[in-house]
């Protein structure tokens, strides 16, 4: 799957799980909304509206995530972490996640603590 991400685009590997819930979602997605003109795969506050219409509220967006009983940030930690247990590249992390090297290294100890260097003082 390709994602863009500003000017640069990422490519990103779903298992088939992953595949057929991403296709099931935009079959229910074309159903319930066939005029939407909105290209993203997942409506968020940033990508679910034409700039010159008022943001979405953020108890709207929460609320979603409180039915499922998630925080939005424990979904994102937890994507990363898949993704550094398949990879233990750090720059893979960094330029699929757009996060900061430290913070890369990071969840690449967590995953492969076998793999971790000493740490330097």
């Known amino acids: 799957m390709a994602i863009r991400r500003r000017e ?3 490519t990103v590997y779903l298992h088939d ?3 057929e819930l991403t296709a ?3 079959r229910e997605r074309r159903h319930r909304w066939p005029r939407s003109s909105n290209p993203h795969l997942l409506i968020t506050t940033h990508t ?3 700039p010159a219409s008022p943001a979405i509220s953020y108890c709207a967006m929460r609320a979603a995530f ?3 009983g ?3 940030r424990q979904v994102w930690a937890d994507r990363i972490l898949d993704e550094t247990r398949h990879s233990v590249d750090p720059v893979h992390l960094v330029r699929l996640f757009g996060i900061h090297p430290a913070i890369a290294v990071k969840y690449v100890h967590a995953a492969h603590p076998d793999k971790a260097l000493p740490r330097i003082r």
């Open 8 to 10: 640069r685009t990422h």
């Open 17 to 19: 799980l992953s595949v």
């Open 24 to 26: 099931d979602w935009l």
């Open 48 to 50: 679910y509206r034409h």
């Open 66 to 68: 409180d039915q499922a």
């Open 70 to 72: 998630l925080l939005p």
